[in-house]
């Protein structure tokens, strides 16, 4: 029997490793308004120039006591200090207590704060009964100086990826704009006679779903896409699209060894590196260089384009951009499934969550888009894996899309 990944071609790590060294980083940077930075990557360190929360404040609205006085049956409420106070508090008096509001700032002497519902008042009398010493605690209900952030913490690094948390902590230190690596200018075109280029298909003919696909994939990245449209299966139009002004092509369709498989015989004129994968889905893959610019040519098939596009492209173009090396990262899991494959190539499998294990998602054919739309992520299995037990912790891949 036919087995096209007896024939040699790395394995998914061996291939990012290969890219790694042949790309060249172009790290242009700029300055972006912190209102418009998000799933952008960052350019510059940045560490706490000041403390969150900057004073000790309080976590409730309740009331402020020093613990000594706890053997008291009462305590005169003797201020309220409501968020936004200007100034310092006047300290807490021996013998008192006062009202203090959520974000208030925490006057000296205090060191426990009631919550407001376990109190209670009587003529401006805090009444201290025992169910209330019982929940005495130092520090109760006091968020410290730095509680959230010190200073000199790091809040984000050159190379990562801005999320909605890393904008709330830049908020939190003032910042009003960032240094973030510059979008790459990416040309993306589906190839293959088969891609119909009109409304109505004809016998033998599909519509285009990788350059939709693709598109969308590194827009979401933040990069711009150049619309290439579908090439035919010709030397003559992959010469044309190879003179597009951009910092990556990507192409899908026409990298296996047929003799219609006119990408690889277009990227052996040039520069080609790699040619295959040990990886279902996903084996048809081409990566090398035309007139200095990376040419990534993936599959015809949409999954292993997109299986693909997750363990090589995207930290491929990360890197390209920014000059950080960061390979794809798995979170350990458990199965909850029993699944074998064969030794020698690395598999995604699609699977979903429940009752905290992994599952193999429905319609698992190599082909089935549909699976996808079911999945919660995928399971990698690397090359050397053959079986995979019900309890084994696996490497979860997230769907990222």
Not at 16 to 21: K, V
Not at 79 to 100: C, D, E, M, N, Y
Not at 186 to 208: K, M, P, R, T, V
């Amino acid at each position: 029997m036919n087995d096209c990944f007896a024939k040699p071609a790395p394995t998914p790590e061996n291939a990012l490793d290969i890219i790694f060294d042949k790309l060249q980083p172009i790290q242009k940077k700029q300055n972006c308004p912190i209102y418009n930075i998000l799933g952008r990557i960052c350019a510059q360190n940045i560490h706490a120039k000041c403390a969150v929360p900057a004073f000790a404040n309080s976590a409730v609205d309740g009331y402020g006591v020093r613990m000594v006085d706890l053997a008291q049956d009462k305590l005169n409420i003797t201020q309220k200090i409501t968020a936004g106070r200007q100034g310092i508090a006047p300290p807490l008096p021996v013998h008192s207590s006062v009202f203090i509001m959520t974000g208030a700032p925490v006057p000296a002497g205090v060191d426990c704060i009631f919550m407001l519902e376990d109190c209670i008042i009587d003529n401006n009398i805090l009444k201290i009964t025992p169910a209330l010493r019982t929940l005495a605690v130092a520090g109760l209900n006091i968020r410290p100086i730095g509680d959230d952030v010190a200073l000199g913490d790091n809040i984000i690094e050159t190379g990562e990826t801005i999320n909605i948390a890393k904008i709330g902590l830049l908020a939190g230190q003032n910042t009003q704009k960032l240094a973030i690596f510059k979008p790459l200018t990416i040309a993306i075109a589906s190839s293959g006679n088969e891609i119909a280029q009109h409304n109505q298909l004809q016998y033998g003919e599909l519509f285009d779903i990788n350059r939709p696909l693709l598109i969308n994939l590194c827009q979401k990245m933040g990069h711009k896409v150049l619309d290439l449209g579908v090439v035919s299966d010709n030397l003559a139009d992959l010469q044309r699209i190879a003179q597009t002004k951009c910092d990556a092509i990507i192409t899908s369709g026409g990298v296996s060894q047929g003799t219609e498989d006119y990408i690889i015989q277009f990227l052996n004129q040039n520069q080609l590196y790699i040619s295959g994968l040990l990886l279902k889905p996903g084996r048809p893959f081409a990566f090398g260089m035309v007139g200095g610019i990376p040419w990534f040519g993936l599959p015809g098939n949409p999954l292993a384009v997109l299986a693909a596009f997750e363990l090589l492209l995207r930290p491929a173009l990360n890197y390209l951009q920014c000059g950080v090396k960061r390979a794809p990262k798995f979170t350990p899991a458990p199965a909850g499934m029993v699944f074998t494959k064969k030794a020698g190539r690395a598999e995604l499998i699609r699977v979903y969550i429940r009752d905290n294990s992994l599952h193999r998602a429905p319609k698992a054919g190599a082909a089935m888009l549909s699976s996808l739309n079911m999945a919660d992520g995928y399971i990698y299995a690397p090359s050397h894996i053959t079986t995979i037990q019900r309890g084994d912790i696996c490497q979860f891949y997230p769907l990222n899309f």
